[in-house]
């Protein structure tokens, strides 16, 4: 049996003894049980068939002569022989003469010298066997030992005027010596017998059932076992069908996790090759511009005319800013995705925020003579947030509505409070984004179809989709090309 790969050594040990235990418990019971059972039928077989056994010395011995001598006194001659001859023949029997309330008169069992102790048995049994007329099991008052009770025959007489009864004790003290030897040969007999049988008994048994109790738990091994050498499919089937539901439950939960686990490492390990390489992408094309214009400027610096240096260093701090600000998204967004970033929440108002951002855009807004305000400024709404990230989000969203709004254009934050959430929202009437783009505009980098890859692009949304992974939210972004774009998320609401 292939236990041993599913059980410890030690476990199976227990088991077999716990068997062992089991069916020599049993095997003790059933023997008792049985034996006593047995003596008590044996014992009313022997009741019954010799029932009439006291009536017929009554009928057969007393008929001619009579037990009683003419003085009264018991004829013990006559009685000895009788009962030593009914006692020949049946070695069991003791036979007893009692008066009419059960005081022993005579008998050869008993020791009758003038100072031993008259011995009586009750007589209540004796006239329950007399009405049954034998057909009923009995027992009786043991005048040899008054503890005992014993299978009997009796029946009543009435000679010369004296009453009483003769009163036969079936299963005497010869027979219960006799028994007594024989009964401890036969349990020791019995004994070793049924201990072997146990032993055969708890093998097999033994065998049958560990294999059957072991036969899920093999099969749930074998499972495990193929999982741990990397069939990450592996998992128990049927779980409700095998004997440790929990255990099959447990394994298959924690195998999803694991493998969920390892899925997620891969898709985040895949995000920061992607990541890498785009962003070493992105970076290369402002410092090749910016050294192709710092070389012009080094070969032509005494024909280049004022305006075409002021433009050439105008274009230059512009790719070194580009750069920069490329650099500190990439240093912000890298420390959102490895979650070193932990949100501090805490209640304050969406709307004073929101009036500052506006307050700060505003500069750039008039300069790209872009209508730029803030809905509902009246209404003062408190959110429960991190106050930062929170600002963080905004700003990389008003900078996009900016960025990608005409002059002319309106960009618009409106804050609305609904019972426990606050909706914000950022619409511009610029550029829109086309739907087959929408889906991809919060986390580009993972995109590898370069046809939908953009130039130079930061890190903006990307970093406004974590802050919102952060406060369990989403953005949702509702656009169309030429016409504009919505970005709206939801905060809770702080009631004060
Ligand atoms: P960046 O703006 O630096 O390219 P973002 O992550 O902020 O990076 O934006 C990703 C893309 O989503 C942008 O390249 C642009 O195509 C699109 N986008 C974002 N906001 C807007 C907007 N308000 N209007 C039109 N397009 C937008």
Redesign the pocket.
Known sequence: MSTDKTLTPRLVKKLWLAFIILIVVIGASYIFITGYFDNKHSEATIQKINASLANHLIEEKFQDASPFLVDGSVNKALFGDLMHDMMAVNRSIEVYLTDKSGHILYSVVLDHSADSDVKSVSTAPIKQFIAAKGEKYILGDNPRNPEEKKIFSAAPYNIEGKEGYIYIILAGQELQQVSDTLIGRYYSNLGIGASLLAILFAGIVGFISIWFLTKNLRLMTGTVRRFQEGDLEARIENPKNSDIEVFANTFNEMADTIVGNLDKMKSVDQLRRELIANVSHDLRTPLAILKGYIETMQMKKDSLTDTEKQEYLQITYDNADKLSKLINQLFEYSKLEAEQITPVKEPFSITELSHDLIAKFNVLAQQKEIDLHLNNAQENCMVFADIGLVERALQ?LLE??L???PPKGVVVLSIKQNNDQVEINIR?T????PLS?QPF?FD?YKQVDSSIK?QG??????IVKKIMDLHDTTITVL?KPKEG?S?IFKLPAYHV
């Open positions: 990389n996009n509505a960025k990608y709004t511009d610029g550029t829109g984004i783009e505009i580009r953009k692009h930061g890190l903006g949304l990307a656009s774009s970005f």
